[in-house]
T-cell receptor, first 114, second 112 residues
Framework: NAGVTQTPKFQVLKTGQSMTLQCAQDMNHEYMSWYRQDPGMGLRLIHYSVGAGITDQGEVPNGYNVSRSTTEDFPLRLLSAAPSQTSVYFC?????????????FGSGTRLTVV | AQSVTQPDIHITVSEGASLELRCNYSYGATPYLFWYVQSPGQGLQLLLKYFSGDTLVQGIKGFEAEFKRSQSSFNLRKPSVHWSDAAEYFCAVGDTGNQFYFGTGTSLTVIP
């Protein structure tokens, strides 16, 4: 049981480039979310999904795009990378009541935009 | 709006000493409360959670936390800290809309 798998683990982008951070879970979880972690700011919610075909914005959605075509996958797209998007990104998933059971987190993607 | 405050940015304790990490929350209803631990370069691991019942909850790795509604607190404790407990600790509150709100974290250093 792999849990939540994120790829890549590390990435360096140039300003203006686009890329997709991959997230896959094999637990048949309905809920999936993307967070970014910055020093002194904890984790902030970027986008989340309550099921295939349904996504919504979180606290800091600007510059990011998501889609949820399957239950298993929830990719995060950076449309035009900016230095302010340098961060560690975490994908998380949960059962139908994630706030009740808690989230399972991936190991993170460390992104640097130069 | 929901929020979580962890007043201590960094704590240093000696190995074998007791530990208490503070967490205060703001939430209108009965909250779902969590503590996560993050080791360097790793993702977040769930330590324990509270959603109802006994206000003292036990978690993994010898940690416990106590929910105090009157103080809006959910402090994490451990009687005797081990060097391997050095990590970042996050308190979080979950609402009925399946949203999580994290504190800014407390970094724990353990002195041998």
């Amino acid at each position: 049981n792999a849990g939540v798998t994120q790829t890549p683990k590390f990435q360096v982008l140039k300003t203006g480039q686009s890329m997709t951070l991959q997230c896959a879970q094999d637990m048949n979880h309905e809920y999936m979310s993307w967070y970014r972690q910055d020093p002194g700011m904890g984790l902030r919610l970027i986008h989340y999904s309550v099921g295939a075909g349904i996504t919504d914005q979180g606290e800091v959605p600007n510059g990011y795009n998501v889609s949820r075509s399957t239950t298993e996958d929830f990719p995060l797209r950076l449309l035009s990378a900016a230095p302010s998007q340098t961060s560690v990104y975490f994908c998380a998933s949960s059962t139908g009541q994630g706030a009740y059971y808690g989230y399972t987190f991936g190991s993170g993607t460390r992104l640097t935009v130069v | 709006a929901q929020s979580v405050t962890q007043p201590d940015i960094h704590i240093t304790v000696s190995e074998g000493a007791s530990l208490e990490l503070r967490c205060n929350y703001s939430y209108g209803a009965t909250p779902y409360l969590f503590w996560y631990v993050q080791s360097p370069g790793q993702g977040l691991q769930l330590l324990l959670k509270y959603f109802s019942g006994d206000t003292l909850v036990q978690g993994i790795k010898g940690f416990e936390a106590e929910f105090k509604r009157s103080q809006s607190s959910f402090n994490l404790r451990k009687p005797s800290v081990h060097w391997s407990d050095a990590a970042e600790y996050f308190c979080a509150v979950g609402d009925t809309g399946n949203q999580f709100y994290f504190g800014t974290g407390t970094s724990l250093t353990v002195i041998p």
